[in-house]
């Protein structure tokens, strides 16, 4: 038997029957010299019961598994015993199958269990007539009927399947002396190995149970809030029904109270007339009564003057005054008459004032929409005038394309050029217009030259070298990935945050590099750095970095965008109240006006449709509100982060433009410092103090000790040019504070 037959009963890895060199047996050291007899009786190995064996990964105890394993080596070596007492028996020779099959093939280090290896052994015809070696076939009749007698109907059936294959390779090792150091060390990494996972399956037992009762646990509290949430959800509905009961039937008392106060002003009010009436009637009857009495008092007395005993002169005198009396109170009520002829009574004087108060009130409120009826035009106005003077400048624009133009180029010829073919240059080349593609396109040239260069020049100490750049040699190129450069970017920004005393940035950037990389490297990773982030325009993090170590552009202007953004996504997630990530598209429009109150309404819509929306949307659609802060692998925004950036830039930029018409002056003239106070203070009237010394500052570059305070006499003397101050509010971080006060409509 050969060496790879030997390894393949090992490895259960059945091999092809290919040709093999034929070798006497006496040269396999080790191994007893038999050969094949007609006359050889079949080998009868005996069978070992394997009830004692216990499944593998199950614990017993070390006195009992070494007194085992002692029994078992001890069948082994009767069984091995009973195997060569019946194999090589004859001859002393070893087998010469298969002798009869050609020389002239030999093994090429290939392996034997590899398809090459079969497809090489099937090409191969073996002679007719071959038969196996007597031991080989008593070995596999013995593996046959061992397996037979195995229980493959418990747990444990795979490992004690494992037991005749093992026995196998024991004799193999006890036959093969030459080999069996070689054998035993694979069997024993096999064993080891085999043990290692037995702890580890024994290990992961119990997990398995705990993760089980876990589940089991969260399984029975979702049901159980689930039916809580179906409690509540009736109850709710239960509470609105009966709301809307108690609704309705306060609506039906309300009407039937309305209708019963208007039948009883009506007949209060013709109760009122009625007691008029009757007291006006009253009044003439007592008068009517009185004068009857006076009548018949001035008869009696006519008549028997005597009986009373009065002097008729006095009697006389009485009657004068009393009729004097009558005379001025019949004055009197003539007065009052002419006096108060025209009052209208109490009620329908309050229900002509109640009246008025209600014309007075339309009166207001049309005028309220008449003024704003008129605003709305003279916007429109304007608005029309605008658009008149962009539709002209658009059609000169037009003339001037049309007569400069140069044919679109071919943008598909850039495929093949670009590393990763034609899907990742549509990927890259998706939403950009020529000038962007002929950015992406210097880019991917751009960094396949980057990554041919083993060494940077060194730009040596001139004083324009940025401090970072300041060697005189050759530097190592890092060749690092773009990925890796925007993650070592956005390394440094964090560190820049968080420092509390703030050094200059080209000097923090390298004292970074420093910290990051050593002093040996610092200089080589600045100088990669540099190059990339030179390169990389269209890279959001690149671009923005580059522009602030180059001075092109102020950090805070790169800190506030960021804490804009936080803070805008703290309102949104303040307005989740469920924390599921979903907003509508209603709420989503609340939230940016009451985050960007200045902006115009055009420019939410701006925003909106860049997170998601298009005029097909309702207000109820839902959006994951946190997809429109992710980044990808190279620091690149999504739209909606780009657009806030792009009306930023252009609302900084329609700021300076207003701040230059107030200015009035050309680029090159010279302006002062109370002049730009003057007219920031006209376009943004909601500047406070501080913020209008720090723009001022930011203008005319001064040191905040050297800020003079408002009406002092040396701010005439702080001078500089126009448009090296509006140079200098670019470069930071200025924005509006309010709206601009509207001049009154003429």
Known sequence: MGCWDLVAMVTDCTLP???????????????????????????????????????????????????????????????????????????GHLSPWPRYI??????????????????????????????????????????RKELLLLDLSTDSAQELRLQPYREIFEFFIEDFKTYKPLLSSIKNAYEVMLAHQREKIRALEPLKAKLITVNENCNERILVMRAEERDEISMLKKEKMNL????????????????????????????????????????????????????????SLAQSPGVWGEDPVKLTVALKMARQDLTRTQMELNTMKANFGDVVPRRDFEMQEKTLKELQEQLESLRDDYEEVRKEHEMLLQLHMSTLKERDQFYSELQEIQRTSTPRP???????????????????????????????????????????????????????????????????????????????????????????????????????????????????????????????????????????????????????????????????TNVDSQNEGLLTMEQLSTVLKSTFPLKKDERIQELMEAGGWHPSSSNADLLDYRLLFMEDEEG?????????????????????????????????????????????????????KQTLNHYLRQAFQLPMTEMPEEDEEREEGIVTQLQTALEQLQMSDIRRMGPREQEPAS
């Open 244 to 299: 809307l009961k108690l609704i309705d039937k306060k609506n039906e008392e309300k009407i039937s109270l309305q209708t019963e106060v208007t039948k009883l002003r009506k007949n209060l009010a013709e109760e009122y007339l009625h007691y008029l009436s009757e007291r006006d009637a009253r009044k003439i009857l007592i008068a009517d009564l009185n004068e009857l009495r006076y009548q018949r008092e001035d008869m």
């Open 102 to 143: 050609s020389d002239q093939t030999i093994l090429h280090n290939r392996k034997p269990c590899s398809d090459d290896y079969r497809k090489r052994a099937g090409s191969l015809q073996q002679p007719l007539g071959t038969t196996k070696p007597r031991y080989l076939e008593q070995l596999e009749n013995y593996l």
């Open 636 to 688: 690149q925004s999504v739209p909606f982060v780009q657009k806030l950036w792009e009306q930023y830039v252009v609302e900084k930029d329609e700021y300076l433009n207003e701040l230059k018409q107030e200015l009035g002056l050309e680029l090159n003239e010279e302006v002062t410092l109370p002049k730009v106070r003057e007219a920031l203070m006209n376009i943004d009237p909601n500047l406070d």
């Open 410 to 572: 071919d943008w598909s010829k850039c495929e093949d050029m670009v590393a990763g073919g034609r899907d990742r240059w549509h990927v890259l080349a998706e939403g950009k217009n020529s000038d962007q593609l002929v950015d992406v396109l210097l880019e991917e040239i751009g960094e396949g030259l980057l990554r041919e260069k083993d060494f940077f020049p060194g730009l040596g100490y001139g004083e324009s070298i940025p401090p970072f750049l300041r060697f005189d040699g050759i530097v190592e190129n890092k060749k690092p990935t773009k990925k890796e450069v925007v993650k070592l970017l956005k390394d440094a920004w964090k560190e820049r945050i968080t420092e509390e005393q703030k050094e200059k940035f080209p000097d923090f950037f390298f004292s970074f590099l420093e910290r990051h990389f050593g002093p040996g490297d610092a200089m080589a990773w600045a100088y990669t750095i540099f190059e990339y982030i030179k390169l990389f325009h269209t890279n959001e993090v690149m671009s923005q970095f580059y522009a602030v170590l180059m001075g092109k552009r102020k950090e805070s202007v790169y800190i506030k965008q960021k804490q804009t953004i936080a803070q805008l996504l703290k309102e949104m």
């Open 17 to 91: 029957e290919l040709p093999r060199p034929r070798v006497r047996a006496a040269r396999l050291p080790g191994c007893p010299r038999v050969m094949d007899s007609p006359n050889s009786q079949p080998l009868n190995f005996p069978t070992t019961s394997r009830a004692h064996l216990r499944p593998l990964g199950v614990s017993i105890d070390d006195s009992l598994f070494t007194e085992t394993k002692n029994t078992q080596k001890r069948k082994l070596s009767q069984k091995r015993k009973t195997l060569l007492s019946g194999s090589f028996s004859i001859g």
